[in-house]
């Protein structure tokens, strides 16, 4: 079954750099899209980057543009956030997604409703 583990949350104060990773199995990667998303309290999932599954392409959020950047390894079927300048706007759970369908369907979603499967979250919290 597909598994997507996130990994490299935690504290950070207003400034700082966190880098998140998310290793995936069971799916054929190299023909997966990859999604960032996050979820703060009393609030909706909302769209972070989104990667294409060479790496040719990645669209990220106006809200974290020039800060955060995607990226991917498919040798390592592993696919990165690196967030830099972190706000304290940025705390919240960020999940990992995938649409194993990407490449097949030539599809580069930014909705949680493009992608099939997701990991368990992992905090971020940003706070002098």
């Known amino acids: 079954q597909v598994q997507l583990v996130e990994s490299g949350g935690g504290l950070v104060r207003p400034g700082g750099s966190l880098r998140l990773s998310c290793a995936a199995s069971?799916?054929?990667?190299?023909?997966?899209?990859m999604g960032w998303f996050r979820q703060a309290p009393g609030k909706e999932r909302e769209f972070v980057a989104t990667?294409?599954?060479?790496?040719?392409?990645?669209s990220t959020a106006d809200s974290v543009k020039g800060r955060f950047t995607i990226s991917r390894d498919n040798v390592k079927n592993t696919v990165y956030l690196q967030m830099n300048s972190l706000k304290p706007e940025d705390t919240a759970v960020y999940y990992c997604?995938?649409?194993?369908?990407?490449?097949?369907?030539?599809?580069?979603?930014?909705?949680?409703?493009?992608?099939?499967?997701w990991g368990q979250g992992t905090q971020v919290t940003v706070s002098s």
């Open positions: 997604a995938a649409d194993p369908q990407g490449k097949a369907r030539l599809r580069i979603g930014v909705t949680p409703y493009k992608y099939d499967y």
């Open positions: 069971g799916l054929t990667f190299s023909s997966a899209t």
């Open positions: 990667i294409s599954w060479s790496g040719g392409y990645t």
